[in-house]
């Protein structure tokens, strides 16, 4: 059964720095997503990407979050300069759309910014 | 923002018997509902959804009912068996396919063999 990837499971990064965090998502859905879960709180939406364009975004997808499918089959998350409170694990996942709401998770990349 | 929400944190139930998790909403737009269980260190897998023109869904052991009237869902395990032990959320979608899910705080359920 194919699955959404993700990579690094872990990113350790000093604050201000870039960090892109990659996606490889099912082959056949054709909406993508970030969350994100802050340890302790609830899974939070960050942003939706259909069609090459982001479709939604979420309040805390400011101008250092950006989205990029480059090459139809990576899916990435860029933080431009990171803060101490982006640190949570990043969830990527996917949709089929066409009349179907379910999204399918990959298993997270925790990011740690100290 | 408590758009969904699950007011029990922990559920703890003996192997065999039925766990009820509770799940309520506040925003009438949400038309789709899902659930999702997670382990540690783990995305969130899909467990099963309905859709608010039903009020019932059944897969196996799992089966999720929902009442639009009080804004109210829940996901019923019979029989709960000790691999269900996980932390399970509900999620709810509003009326377009593509749409963001808006996740509960999740409920902790431990199944005691």
């Known amino acids: 059964e194919p699955e959404v990837t993700q990579t690094p499971s872990h990113q350790v990064t000093q604050m201000g720095q870039e960090v892109i965090l990659r996606c490889v998502p099912i082959?056949?859905?054709?909406?993508f997503y970030w969350y994100r879960q802050i340890l302790g709180q609830k899974v939070e939406f960050l942003v939706s990407f259909y069609n090459n364009e982001i479709s939604e975004k979420s309040e805390i997808f400011d101008d250092q979050f950006s989205v990029e499918r480059p090459d139809g089959s990576n899916f990435t998350l860029k933080i431009r300069s990171t803060k101490l409170e982006d640190s949570a694990m990043y969830f990527c996942?996917?949709?089929?759309?066409?009349?179907?709401?379910?999204?399918?998770f990959g298993p997270g990349t925790r990011l740690t910014v100290t | 923002d408590q758009q969904v929400k699950q007011n029990s944190p922990s559920l703890s139930v003996q192997e065999g018997r039925i766990s009820i998790l509770n799940c309520d909403y506040t925003?009438?737009?949400?038309?789709?509902f899902l659930w999702y269980k997670k382990y540690p260190a783990e995305g969130p897998t899909f467990l099963i959804s309905i859709s608010s023109i039903k009020d019932k869904n059944e897969d196996g052991r799992f089966t999720v009912f929902l009442n639009k009237s009080a804004k109210h869902l829940s996901l019923h395990i019979v029989p709960s068996q000790p691999g269900d032990s996980a932390v399970y959320f509900c999620?709810?979608?509003?009326?377009?396919?593509?749409?963001?899910?808006?996740f509960g705080q999740g409920t902790e359920l431990s199944v005691k063999p």
């Open positions: 999620a709810a979608s509003a009326n377009n396919q593509g749409g963001k899910l808006i």
């Open positions: 925003n009438s737009m949400f038309d789709y």
């Open positions: 996942a996917g949709g089929k759309g066409q009349g179907t709401y379910e999204q399918y």
């Open positions: 082959s056949n859905h054709l909406y």
